[in-house]
């Protein structure tokens, strides 16, 4: 049951990593003991926990790659918020900086 349980988890994206953990864990078990009891598949559950092992270093390699992305572009934005602050703190006409228009400029009451 444990060797059948993570294939389904296999077919589908967003379940690739538990059904590769899964696999992992139950083919380490299954490798270990065609190991020391001497059963003659050693090669193949040594191929399956290679498949496993493969497929959650390609998994977590792919999150941390759109983790380090989107912090990168976090950190990209944050910056360009702060110099669009700067640039406004330090203009003579904050409102147009910041997208306002004025329909005129000196006050009607003048």
Do not use: Y
Not at 28 to 53: I, Q, R
Request: charged fraction near 15%; proline fraction near 5%.
């Amino acid at each position: 049951m444990a060797e059948v349980f993570p294939a389904p988890l296999l077919l589908h994206r967003r379940t690739v990593t538990a059904g590769g953990l899964v696999a992992a864990v139950t083919m380490t078990n299954v490798f270990a003991l065609n190991l020391f009891c001497d059963v003659p598949v050693k090669l193949f559950s040594g191929h399956l926990l290679l498949a496993a092992l493969v497929l959650l270093a390609l998994s977590w390699l792919l999150t941390a790659l759109v983790v380090v992305q989107v912090g990168l572009s976090l950190r990209a934005g944050l910056r360009t918020l702060r110099e669009g602050r700067v640039a406004t703190r330090c203009s003579p006409a904050p409102l147009k900086t910041r997208g306002f228009n004025l329909i005129q400029e000196k006050p009607f009451n003048r």
